[in-house]
């Protein structure tokens, strides 16, 4: 071990900053984020001090370095060019037993400044030694994605009842206690921004003492996304590999479920066209009984649980019932495939609005408002609507859109199996049929698909069934 790490605690102490370049600045934004006052000996500041959170607690107290300058600091960062200035200064803080920092030159340094991931009150620091700083950051980025910015919170109600549970909670049993605290709910509330509640979760497990019996159950209603694995958000990944048992549909790709813990308990649910698993009424009351079993269940589902998704269903039987839970949103298939697909849903040239609807035929028609989706200034999203895409295509037109309006079909959108037939009303159906697609797919209609010839940016693997592209003004389009 090269270094040994320590946290200063600079609040209300001053730091002297040699230099006065951008760099510079944001050496001393940590120092006033870490609570110092900073004084900077530099001839000129580059405008980005002026822009500091906290700048009213930096002054500038010399032109160049001064040995006296030292005195009273806690810590000095040196930002200079000057190889030889940078090595008095060096020098001199080391004689004063400072610490000091000189950038970019580990043998000067008595300190490192680490990459750091803020989560005050909890910190993280990543550190190669000045060796490789760049592989330090990439480090943290990863880290980044693993630590909930809630944390700091998590952190801060428990020092809240730090003095409690030390009156409460005998020695021997608080650590006990408190992996408990942060393996239960309380974690989860916190994160999901029920702070009251999971603080009075807190008090109650402080009463019943260390002995006390938390269930965990509860229900992450999660949304996956349009297939690609690179598009959940980061607490949807935390909450799949944490999670004791999964409920997933049809919808969500093998490399989404692959990202999910994996000695978890798995239970798929999917629903395929006239071919429905498990009915959605079954699936609501098994939310319910895996999470009074005391379970940490994740309802995958595929997009957004919002959108065509039946979340709102399923959380209304949750709280029917008094099940804690918690919707994590997804990119919707809408917004994912469409741009994967090159075709933006709105542009001022073309579209100014857009609408959802959805292609599921019952007893072989539709119930949709066509007067208010038929219109030429509007995008039209089509979900599941391949079974029905001759029937739909033939009431857009009936209701008002001329035959040629644009229009597009996307299999396995976002994912390296991407497919998209490009046509216009009275061509797609025929051919879609040609094309021999398959659901999952997604239908958009209108004047912005006349942009995907030229915003077609995501190019699948070429041996992922993709064949070549010919013109949009052809009869069809097929990449």
Known sequence: MNYLPIFLDLRGRVALVVGGSEIAARKSELLLRAGASVDVAASALHESFARL????????????????????????????????????????ARSRHIPVNVADTPALCSFILPSIIDR??????VSSGGESPVLARLLRARLETLIPAAY?????????????????????????????????????????????????????MIADGAECDISRGEVYLVGA???????????????????????YDRLVSQPIL??????????????????????????????????????????????DPFIFGRG??????????????????????AAGVASYAGIPLTHRDYAQSVAFVTGHLKENTFNLNWEGIARRDQTIVIY??????????????????????????????????????????????ALAEAARLKAPTLIIVGQVVRLREKLNWYQPQPDAGQTSATPLEAPGHLS
């Not at 010399?62 to 005195?71: E, K, S, T």
């Not at 005050?120 to 620091?125: K, L, R, T």
């Not at 709102?312 to 298939?333: M, R, S």
Request: charged share 30%; net charge negative; hydrophobic share 40%.
């Open 312 to 333: 709102g269903e399923e959380i209304e039987t949750l709280v029917e019932h008094g099940v804690p839970f918690q919707v994590v949103p997804g990119i919707t298939a």
């Open 53 to 92: 959170p906290g700048a009213e607690r930096v002054q500038v107290v010399a032109d160049v370095f001064r040995d006296d300058l030292l005195d009273g600091k806690d810590a000095v960062i040196v930002v200079e060019e000057d190889a030889a200035v940078a090595a008095r200064v060096a020098d001199a």
């Open 152 to 204: 700091g919170r998590l952190g801060e109600l428990a020092s809240r009842y730090r003095e409690r549970v030390r009156a409460a909670i005998k020695p021997a049993q608080r650590r006990a206690f408190w992996e408990k605290v942060f393996t239960s709910p309380i974690a989860e509330m916190v994160f999901a921004g029920r702070d009251a509640d999971a603080e009075r979760q807190l008090v109650d």
């Open 384 to 429: 599941m609507g391949l079974k029905g895409l001759p029937l739909l295509c033939e009431s857009l037109i009936k209701h008002g859109l001329p035959p040629d309006t644009p229009a597009a079909i996307v299999q396995h959108g976002t994912q390296p199996t991407q497919r998209v037939v490009t046509g216009d009303l009275g061509s797609l159906p």
């Open 225 to 247: 996304g349009p297939g690609n694995p690179d598009l959940l958000t980061f607490r949807a990944l935390r909450l799949m590999q944490q999670a004791d048992v999964i409920v």
């Open 120 to 125: 005050s009150p909890i910190m993280v620091a």
């Open 258 to 303: 692959d990202m999910c813990r994996r000695d978890a308990e798995r239970i798929y649910v999917g629903k395929e066209r006239d071919d429905h698993a498990v009915p959605q009424e079954e699936i609501n009351l098994m939310l319910v009984r895996l999470a009074k079993e005391g379970k940490r269940t994740l309802r995958l589902k595929g997009g």
